[in-house]
C-alpha cells in the first residue's frame, strides 16, 4: 500500500477518481516508480516541485 499527499492545488490534476483528493491509499500489486504511479493517477510528472519517499527527499526514479 502506497500512501501519497497530495499539496496546493496538485489534487485538480489527477484522474477521476481521485481528483481533489489530497490523501489516496493506493494498493501496489508490483514495483513502480513514483514517476509511474503518479502517472497513473492522472498527474504529469512534472507538475510536483519536490517528492518525499519516507519523510526524504527522491527522485523521479524511486521504486515504490
Request: proline residues 6%.
Amino acid at each position: 500500500m502506497a500512501t501519497f499527499h497530495f499539496q496546493g492545488s496538485l489534487s485538480q490534476l489527477l484522474a477521476r477518481p481521485w481528483r481533489n483528493q489530497r490523501v489516496i491509499h493506493y494498493p501496489l500489486e508490483r514495483r513502480t516508480s513514483i514517476k509511474d504511479m503518479l502517472e497513473a493517477l492522472g498527474l504529469p510528472h512534472t507538475e510536483p516541485g519536490k517528492l518525499l519517499g519516507n519523510g526524504e527527499e527522491i527522485d523521479y526514479s524511486y521504486i515504490l
